[in-house]
């Protein structure tokens, strides 16, 4: 029986929570165990402070008032697996030891940006309580408790946010903490950097470092080193020393009232008794053992100590007589002071990422720290006692002095210049100059300037303007898009549709013109249709040249958004490579950006939408995202355009086709007796296809038989029916022929096989580009003839009245419901096909496809039946 098996249950439980972990020695806080055991932190604690003390967990402090665990390694030698899992984890604590030691506020965050670990410093800086923390998500963090502390919200979380947003590049910069409940007012640099590997890789490292001190340097580097000589010198002058004598046995004989006021004791109260009873040893330890080393060697010894009970500085001159020992003391508490901030001050002058300059008063360098070699890649040295016009131009030197003698004669104590310095490698670099002055006497002054490469700041600076560029217009382009919406609604021709775009683009702010250009796919020529904001343009770059859309090597926009069926843009018309043959009209109508739109819908091209505009990579990511649906929208309003006119028209151009062998491109031949007709095709919402119609078995055979071989052939399903033939549903991954007709603005009026053959049937508005239809009949089916083409008489009222009918009433879910139950048998008694059947072919549940079914039928009959007269008998 092991030492586990002797715990209570509710310990053994939450040790059980270690070790369902992937590693039991991963540390985790009171929290996280409280979540894992649906307890209170009060109980979790509790346990975990037992274990804690049997010596099955451990545990360490984090924070102010936070605290982790974790699994106590075992202290036998253990398995060989187990000891080999653990020294990434030593190595991490440690990691976690060192950053909760140094002197920052730190974050941790995952890849999903949650807090895993926080030191002491981010409760002192932002007033926050890492237990807490630990685990929230850092971008909610920042809105609900962080934000609050900062002077400029605003920029710091936008700074910061960009950083998850886009988690590739290092980020540092400075920010003002205000002053509230747990913390106090600071400056603190923000640096943060990706996680490249381990277990928090991806996620990112934020440090905060205090660098309160280093914004104030300039108004403590004005005291010089004169300046704190003479505070010292007339300290001394207004300070006696203190005097004692003591023995040859080293008991008190004298004291003079400043060594009474020294000690805060009076002489009646010491003489006699021994110095070391008087002031024990570690109360003035090196004083004592000067006094025994002078008594010894009989020679004078100096010293310098601690006095503990007074709590300052005293230096001591000890002189050794043969009848005892005097003693004389002074403060040199400030002075011990003073020496240590000039230390501190040296420190920062040696270490300070800034360079750090100090000139005389004409501008001559007198003293540099390391960073401005590091800056301008020569050693101060080099400089000392002359202008350091190599690095800066000395008329800008002069002219940034003179700026600052008016300054300071107006008031001002610090001074900030921009500038550029010129490197030793020849490289301009910008920076920004804080300047102050200082008095080492009273007749003159030295400069002392604070030096940072702003090359960072101006680039963000650049990119934070761009970014203001691109979202305003993006606004626009949204606002055109919109535009464009609204507009072509009321449109009853496909003109008035295509100037109403060009006009809503080419009256934008964010575009010069536009125009719009038809496709001829047969010829790989387009044909100008529409230009706005442009006179003659299309016709100079020759759209009717064929290379443009069927010539590969060409690299025009225009060429590849036909081909390619997506937008393409040129970012800057005067560099790219690829449109050197159009530069010359560039320059000449004072374009920087193009865009090529391609209008098109539900597989069918209808022309080209070309935008241009005078701003460098206007179409960048947003702004040719938002362009983008334009050519869809287009599309789809010039086919319901021409579908509206074909459905209205009284007469109709009616093509028939004959296709000898339909299925003459795969091993398949339809059997002469057989019959196959297709009734219709329901497009789905996913851009796939339902086709349904009937066939006879020995077609039925046919047709399973090319599912393997048709490509875009999904699936044939078959609904026996006791009268021959059957009915069959195909499910298709791409566009049939019959949707790419409508597309059109046509119809299929039939499609059935005839004496051995396929004979197709379509009716066309007189508007309809016919060749357009006939290029697509022959794509699908190579050995497709044109038997007929002829001029028919339609109701075109009365199927547009019907269609129109049954679009407003009814949702595209519910027809589409409504029209595949009743071609796939769903209504026929008995039913060829169950709702589970129909359902599964719509790619929905069984209740949500009797939903929509249900909802159609209601919504059809209450139509139907209000239309009826209503007679009481």
Known sequence: MSLEDSLSDSLAETLAVFDGRESPHVPLTTSEVSEALACTRRTAYDRLNRLADEGYVETKKVGARGRVWWRAPQSSAGSAAESDSTPSEGYESLLLDVLDGADAGVFVLNDDFEVVWANEGVERYFGLDCETVVGRDKRRLLD????????DPETFAETVLSTYE????????????TPGEGRAERWLEHRSRPIESGRFAGGRVEHYYDVTESKRLVRRLKRSHAALERELDEAFERIDDAVFSLDEEG????????????????????VGRPIDVVFPQKELSEGC????????????VTFEDYFEPLEQWVEGRVHPSETGTSVYLRDVHDRKRRERELERYETIFD??????????????????????????GYPPDEFVGEMPTEVIAEDMLESALEYCREEFEEGRDVVSVDAEVVTKADERVPIEARITRYFPCENSHRWIAVVRDVTAQKEQLRRYERQRERLTALNSVNAVVREISDAIISRSTREEIEHAVCESLASSESYLFAWIAGVDPRRGKLTPRVEVGVEGYVDEIDLSDARSLNTLEESGPASRAVRTGEIQVVNDAFTDEDF????????????????????????????????YADRENAFEEEERHALGPVGEIVGHAIAANERKQALMSDEAVEVEFRVPDPFGGYDATLPSDGVFRIDRTIPLDDGTYLEYGVASANVLDVLESLVAEVPHWESLTTFERDSAPDRFELYLSEQPTQSAVASLGGYVESAEMVEGHFELTVHLSVSTDVRRVIDIVQETYPDAELVARRMVSVDGAFRERLQQEFADVLTERQRNALETAYYSGFFEWPRESSGEAV???LG????????????????LFRRLLAERPVTSQ
């Open 289 to 300: 053992e000067a006094i025994r080393r002078a008594a010894k060697t009989q020679s004078a």
């Open 844 to 859: 929905v549940s069984a209740p949500t496809f009797h939903q929509h079914l249900r909802k159609a039928e209601k919504t």
């Open 580 to 611: 050197e043959p159009w530069r010359h009209l560039a320059r000449e109508y004072g374009y920087r950006s193009v865009a090529a739109v391609p209008i098109e819908y539900e597989g069918t091209t209808y022309g080209l939408i070309g935008v």
């Open 251 to 270: 008991r008190f004989a004298y004291l003079n009232p400043r060594a009474e006021q020294l000690f805060d004791r009076d002489a009646s109260e010491v």
């Open 166 to 177: 886009d988690n590739t590049y290092a980020e540092e910069f400075e920010c003002r903490v």
């Open 839 to 841: 359902a599964e072919s």
């Open 144 to 151: 609900e408790e962080i934000l609050d502390a900062v002077a």
């Open 351 to 376: 270490t300070i990422d800034d360079a750090v300059c100090v000139f005389d008063e004409d501008g001559r360098l007198v003293e540099a720290n390391d960073a401005f070699e590091t800056l301008t």
